[in-house]
C-alpha cells in the first residue's frame, strides 16, 4: 500500500511539473531573456562595432571588415588610431598602411599570432643589431622570387 501512495504521489508530482498552472507560464517566458541579456552585454562590450565606425574610417580599414568583429578591443583600438591618423599620411605611407592590411587581414589566426611574437621579439633587440636585421631584411627583399623561395624552404641554421 505504501508503495502504491509513493508511485501515485510521483505520478502526480510529475504530471504537476509537466504543466505549469496558466499563472507560472507568464513569469517563466522573461527567464529566457535575462540569459540572453548577459551575453547581448559580453557582444555590446566589444566596441565599436562595424557600424559604429564613420564611412571614413570604414573605408580606411575596409580589408578589416570581415574580422572586425572578432578583433579584441584593443586591436580595435590601435587599428582605429591607424584611421584616425591616416588622412594626415602621405599618399606613399597611406598606400603602404593599405598594403599590409591587406596583408594582415590574410594572415590566419596563427599567423598573426606569431608575427605579434616576433615583432616582441625585435623590439627587445638593441638599435644597432635592429638596423643590421633591417639591412638583412632589405637584402632578401631585393632577391628574386626564385631565391627568395628556396631561401625560406631551406631548414634554419642555429647561430
Not at 72 to 95: F, L
Not at 102 to 119: C, H, I, N
Request: aromatic share 6%; charged share 35%; no cysteine.
Amino acid at each position: 500500500m505504501r508503495l502504491f501512495w509513493l508511485l501515485l504521489t510521483l505520478f502526480l508530482t510529475t504530471a504537476a511539473l509537466a504543466e505549469p498552472p496558466v499563472e507560472v507560464a507568464p513569469k517563466s517566458v522573461p527567464k529566457p531573456a535575462a540569459k540572453a541579456k548577459p551575453a547581448a552585454k559580453a557582444k555590446a562590450q566589444v566596441r565599436p562595432a562595424w557600424a559604429e565606425l564613420t564611412a571614413e574610417q570604414q573605408k580606411t580599414l575596409a580589408p578589416l571588415k570581415a574580422d572586425w568583429e572578432s578583433l579584441d578591443p584593443e586591436r580595435r583600438r590601435k587599428w582605429i588610431g591607424i584611421a584616425k591618423r591616416y588622412p594626415t599620411m602621405k599618399a606613399q605611407e597611406q598606400e603602404r598602411v593599405q598594403r599590409r592590411m591587406q596583408a594582415w587581414a590574410k594572415l590566419s589566426p596563427e599567423q598573426r599570432r606569431q608575427a605579434r611574437e616576433t615583432y616582441k621579439q625585435i623590439v627587445k633587440v638593441p638599435p644597432e643589431k635592429r638596423a643590421n636585421l633591417r639591412q638583412q631584411w632589405a637584402e632578401y627583399q631585393a632577391l628574386p622570387e626564385r631565391e627568395r623561395e628556396a631561401l625560406t624552404a631551406e631548414p634554419r641554421r642555429k647561430k
